[in-house]
């Protein structure tokens, strides 16, 4: 007995909105500001507006009050003074018989009425409207239990507004609306550094199966990103145009249930002015001076090799202050491969002296003044072999830069090959949420055994057809 009681109990948190809503909940986000990108932590904030929208058969028909300025000419007006319910009172302690109409209320473009007796109506303007008590209806995000989870979320996301209303009584239309502040986590692929493009990523996850409910995204109203640039990127507005919110193909779980999931994207590419300036030009005149060590003799090899280390060491340095700010990796980015061609043009000229002085030992050429002369047009003519494949190689790099090259610049299909999320689904249980959906299970199994029915979302017009077949 003390069993049943305790499955009634849970069966109980089930929210009524699961039960009753339709099957499919259309879902849009509007995505504002990009508040940060950490790359050595690998996580990205946003501040972003999630809207969802079903329709839920408890609220058709649903007589809706909306009360009005005393200018108004809609018809079928009541006062508050004779029908109760004042608007006015509450702020001013006394009622001035503030007018209202009660009836239908229909959002689009412009807000609409339709009362009883009456043709509808466009409403111009109204002072306040009277919404359900959407908490008799369940609701979507609960304390304990939501319907809907996001996922990549490193710590609880800072909930800044939200509110619920309806907005066509006619068919019981819900939309809630949140405004969030959240920061997830993200797969950086950094190969291409500091050309690198990034795919900031984070999935809006069903807490129950498709069997239940779906989430689509919404056609009717556009996600969009507004963000344009910030301090180190800039938005791929053309990429971002049909991609902000997309359906993400699910595959079952270890259950074999699947769960409906959308992924929200922005299209980040990196503009690179700061590394190649504070970088790449700096390296790039450090070789530059450091071919004056073939202005010394080659009788001096202690003093060149001094100053071959001194500029090996001074990009040692600079190594190190770029890989504390990148993300461990177990591959090269190309800022690091421009690193080491920077050592290689280093080294070699200490190899080519001491190749010079094992083939031409100084004896030789103190005793022969004309081989000591050849070691030295052999020492220059390296030299200007050297400097010439170096600025030849930076020449070519400048122009795949300007004509905006493939070979540089990454293309978005391969981004997405790279970075694309992917963990199993079945490994849903470790996603911000995954918990719930075994809360959600467990409790429409416990309801289904307690009350003997067959309790399933379906949508509305599937519903005169198959409430014939309940039990």
Same mark, same amino acid.
């Given at each position: 007995?003390?069993?049943?009681?305790?499955?009634?109990?849970?069966?109980?948190?089930?929210?009524?909105?699961?039960?009753?809503?339709?099957?499919?909940?259309?879902?849009?986000?509007?995505?504002?500001?990009?508040? &940060?990108?950490?790359? =050595?932590?690998?996580?990205?904030?946003?501040?972003?507006?999630?809207?969802?929208?079903?329709?839920?058969?408890?609220?058709?028909?649903?007589?809706?009050?909306?009360? @009005?300025?005393?200018? &108004?000419?809609?018809?079928?007006?009541?006062?508050?003074?004779? =029908?109760?319910?004042? @608007?006015? +009172?509450?702020?001013?302690?006394?009622?001035?018989?503030?007018?209202?109409?009660?009836?239908?209320?229909?959002?689009?473009?412009?807000?609409?009425?339709?009362?009883?007796?009456?043709?509808?109506?466009?409403?111009?303007?109204?002072?306040?409207?009277?919404?359900?008590?959407?908490?008799?209806?369940?609701?979507?995000?609960?304390?304990? $239990?939501?319907?809907? $989870?996001?996922?990549?979320?490193?710590? /609880?996301?800072?909930?800044?507004?939200?509110?619920?209303?309806?907005?066509?009584? !006619?068919?019981?239309?819900?939309?809630?609306?949140?405004?969030?502040?959240?920061?997830?986590?993200?797969?950086? /692929?950094?190969?291409?550094?500091?050309?690198?493009?990034?795919?900031?990523?984070?999935?809006?996850?069903? $807490?129950?199966?498709?069997?239940?409910?779906?989430?689509?995204?919404?056609?009717?109203?556009?996600?969009?990103?507004?963000?344009?640039?910030?301090?180190?990127?800039?938005?791929?507005?053309? *990429?971002?145009?049909?991609?902000?919110?997309?359906? %993400?193909?699910? !595959?079952?779980?270890?259950?074999?249930?699947?769960?409906?999931?959308?992924?929200?994207?922005?299209?980040?590419?990196?503009?690179?002015? +700061?590394?190649?300036?504070?970088?790449?030009?700096?390296?790039? #005149?450090?070789?530059?001076?450091?071919?004056?060590?073939?202005?010394?003799?080659?009788?001096?090899?202690?003093?060149?090799?001094?100053?071959?280390? !001194?500029?090996? #060491?001074?990009?040692?340095? #600079?190594?190190?202050?770029?890989?504390?700010? #990148?993300?461990?990796?177990?591959?090269?980015?190309?800022?690091?491969?421009?690193?080491?061609?920077?050592?290689?043009?280093?080294?070699?000229?200490?190899?080519?002296?001491?190749?010079?002085?094992?083939?031409?030992?100084?004896?030789?050429? *103190?005793?022969?003044?004309?081989? =000591?002369?050849?070691?030295?047009?052999?020492?220059?003519?390296?030299?200007?072999?050297?400097?010439?494949?170096?600025?030849?190689?930076?020449?070519?790099?400048?122009?795949?830069?300007?004509?905006?090259?493939?070979? @540089? =610049?990454?293309?978005?299909?391969?981004?997405? %090959?790279?970075?694309?999320? %992917?963990?199993?689904?079945?490994?849903?249980?470790?996603?911000?949420?995954?918990?719930?959906?075994?809360?959600?299970?467990?409790?429409?199994?416990?309801?289904?055994?307690?009350?003997?029915?067959?309790?399933?979302?379906?949508?509305?017009?599937?519903?005169?057809?198959?409430?014939?077949?309940? !039990?």
């Amino acid at each position: 007995m003390a069993n049943v009681d305790a499955q009634d109990e849970e069966a109980e948190e089930v929210p009524c909105l699961l039960l009753n809503c339709s099957r499919t909940m259309m879902v849009r986000v509007q995505i504002h500001q990009i508040l &940060s990108v950490d790359l =050595h932590e690998e996580t990205f904030t946003l501040e972003f507006d999630a809207f969802f929208r079903w329709q839920d058969p408890r609220l058709r028909n649903w007589q809706t009050r909306l009360w @009005l300025p005393e200018s &108004s000419t809609l018809k079928g007006q009541k006062t508050c003074k004779s =029908h109760g319910r004042c @608007l006015c +009172k509450r702020g001013r302690g006394v009622c001035s018989g503030l007018p209202f109409v009660e009836g239908i209320f229909r959002e689009a473009k412009d807000s609409y009425i339709k009362v009883d007796g009456c043709d509808e109506e466009m409403v111009d303007a109204y002072i306040a409207k009277e919404e359900p008590n959407f908490e008799d209806f369940g609701n979507v995000f609960g304390e304990k $239990s939501s319907l809907v $989870s996001f996922s990549k979320l490193m710590e /609880e996301p800072l909930v800044l507004t939200e509110h619920q209303r309806l907005t066509n009584g !006619t068919v019981g239309e819900v939309i809630l609306f949140r405004k969030m502040r959240a920061t997830f986590k993200e797969n950086m /692929e950094l190969k291409h550094f500091p050309l690198d493009r990034q795919l900031l990523q984070f999935a809006i996850t069903a $807490s129950v199966p498709s069997s239940i409910m779906v989430l689509e995204v919404d056609e009717k109203f556009k996600s969009i990103c507004r963000v344009d640039q910030i301090a180190e990127y800039v938005v791929d507005k053309e *990429q971002q145009k049909e991609s902000t919110l997309t359906k %993400k193909k699910t !595959t079952g779980n270890a259950a074999g249930k699947e769960y409906s999931q959308l992924k929200a994207t922005v299209h980040l590419e990196r503009k690179p002015g +700061k590394y190649f300036v504070n970088i790449v030009v700096m390296l790039y #005149l450090l070789i530059f001076a450091s071919f004056g060590t073939f202005m010394i003799d080659v009788d001096s090899p202690g003093d060149r090799i001094s100053i071959i280390i !001194t500029f090996v #060491l001074t990009i040692m340095a #600079l190594k190190y202050v770029i890989n504390d700010q #990148l993300p461990g990796k177990d591959y090269q980015t190309w800022l690091d491969l421009y690193l080491l061609s920077s050592y290689i043009f280093l080294i070699v000229p200490a190899v080519e002296l001491l190749i010079l002085k094992a083939v031409c030992p100084s004896s030789d050429f *103190q005793e022969v003044e004309s081989a =000591h002369d050849k070691v030295q047009f052999l020492d220059m003519m390296f030299a200007y072999i050297l400097f010439g494949v170096w600025n030849a190689f930076h020449i070519v790099l400048l122009v795949l830069y300007s004509c905006n090259s493939t070979c @540089l =610049h990454q293309d978005w299909e391969e981004v997405r %090959k790279q970075q694309d999320d %992917k963990e199993c689904d079945s490994c849903w249980l470790t996603e911000s949420g995954g918990c719930e959906r075994v809360l959600f299970e467990t409790a429409l199994s416990l309801w289904q055994m307690c009350d003997g029915l067959d309790y399933r979302v379906f949508s509305c017009a599937d519903s005169d057809n198959e409430s014939s077949s309940s !039990t």
